[in-house]
């Protein structure tokens, strides 16, 4: 499993890099395969599926690397963060696979670091990560994650904020937020983070609009110390009262 990181081609890691270029098959969801550069892919056999067509891209996946063919499934950033390395794993323990097949997990740079680095640093102290897809999760139990970590002071990052389905669970996790926070708290958002048509804005909690968010968005809303400042978002850590 390897990670393509957040979707510029310096942004992939060496290893991630190394094992593309060995690999015999590459197997992924079809917007991730595009994201590979046209040669790494020459001469090589290429198998993507659509949406929701994990399960099918993991069997096929593991079919050729139980034939011996070196075979790397891609994720867009890390393959570990809502990628497809847990459900590879899954199935690999399912079928009893793991003498047949040798797994490694290739780490990238997910979404959440990318983009808090365009921001600035908002996650420079403790921080949550939820993402706001119910398609496999209940939506209660994302609010009550959500509520934990507004009431625990997080940093909270939100993947899947929007899709053309789910166009009201932004806004409804700014307002779980803003039961914690004040409106003046940062609400960084990053759409296509370093891809063409990247966009990057930092907002008071009470103004921000999650209409401007899409499905290739992350958000970040600060917690209770989170600053802006000419575009930026930072979130102390508190070396400054400490030590000054
Ligand atoms: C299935 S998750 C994949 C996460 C990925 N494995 C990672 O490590 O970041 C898809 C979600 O990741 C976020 N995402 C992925 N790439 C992004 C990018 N370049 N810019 C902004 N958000 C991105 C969006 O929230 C998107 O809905």
Redo the contacts with the bound molecule.
């Keep these: 499993m390897v990670?393509l990181g957040?979707?510029d081609a310096g942004l992939l890691c060496p290893k991630a890099l190394k094992a593309i270029e060995d690999a015999q098959v590459i197997v992924g969801y079809r917007p991730y395969v595009d994201m590979v550069q046209e040669p790494l892919k020459a001469g090589k056999t290429v198998i993507t599926t659509g949406m929701r067509g994990e399960l099918d891209r993991v069997g096929r996946a593991l079919e050729q690397a139980a034939l011996g063919l070196s075979t790397v499934v891609v994720?867009?950033?890390?393959?570990g963060?809502?990628?497809m390395a847990g459900l590879v794993l899954e199935v690999v323990e399912k079928k009893g696979l793991w003498d047949q097949v040798q797994v490694e997990v290739l780490p990238?740079i997910?979404?959440?670091t990318?983009?808090a680095a365009l921001l600035g640093a908002p996650l420079a102290h403790d921080f949550a990560v939820v993402s706001l897809s119910d398609l496999l999760t209940p939506w209660e139990l994302i609010e009550t994650r959500l509520a934990c970590a507004a009431q625990a002071d997080f940093v909270i990052v939100l993947?899947?904020?929007r899709s053309p389905k789910r166009h009201w669970q932004l806004g409804r996790a700014c307002e779980i937020a803003s039961e914690h926070r004040g409106p003046k708290t940062p609400v960084g958002l990053?759409?296509?983070?370093?891809?063409p048509g990247q966009k990057i804005g930092v907002f008071p909690l009470a103004g921000f609009d999650p209409g401007a968010a899409d499905?290739?968005?992350?958000v970040f809303i600060g917690n209770s110390q989170t600053r802006m400042a000419k575009g930026r978002m930072f979130t102390p850590r508190g070396y400054m009262e400490k030590y000054e």
Excluded at 75 to 79: L, R, V, W, Y
Excluded at 215 to 218: A, N, T, V
């Design positions: 990670g957040p979707g994720s867009s950033g890390d393959p963060v809502y990628g990238g997910p979404a959440l990318a983009a993947y899947n904020p990053v759409c296509q983070a370093f891809r499905m290739l968005s992350i």
